[in-house]
């Protein structure tokens, strides 16, 4: 039990989810003169790749640009959940009735 040596089991533990597939594109972008100036100067502030700046950015703006293309909410779309305070209400009456006098 004792000089005997131990086993050893060996034990694969696949702690990565598999949720997600990575995937390998490569795309070419055509960039005018003005929006590669700006990416050299974003490159040479990060100090970053310009590919990664650039997934960066379209990852950040993209977004926005398909809000653009999205219609916008009706007008009291979030009212409900946003009704009214009632002793800011209150508060506002009675501070409309105080008569105010410019300092001087």
């Given at each position: ?16 989810p598999k ?20 990416l050299s ?44 305070d009632k ?18």
């Amino acid at each position: 039990m004792y000089g005997a040596p131990a086993e050893k089991k060996n034990f694969l533990f696949d702690i990565a989810p598999k949720r997600c597939k990575l995937v390998q594109m490569r795309r070419t972008v055509d960039l005018d003169s003005e929006l590669e100036t700006e990416l050299s100067d974003v490159v040479s502030l990060t100090k970053e790749k310009p590919a990664v700046v650039i997934r960066q950015a379209l990852r950040a703006g993209l977004p926005t640009v398909a809000s653009r293309f999205q219609s916008p909410r009706p007008a009291g779309y979030f009212t409900d959940d946003y009704g009214a305070d009632k002793e800011r209400v209150a508060l506002e009456s009675a501070m409309a009735r105080v008569k105010q006098k410019p300092e001087r």
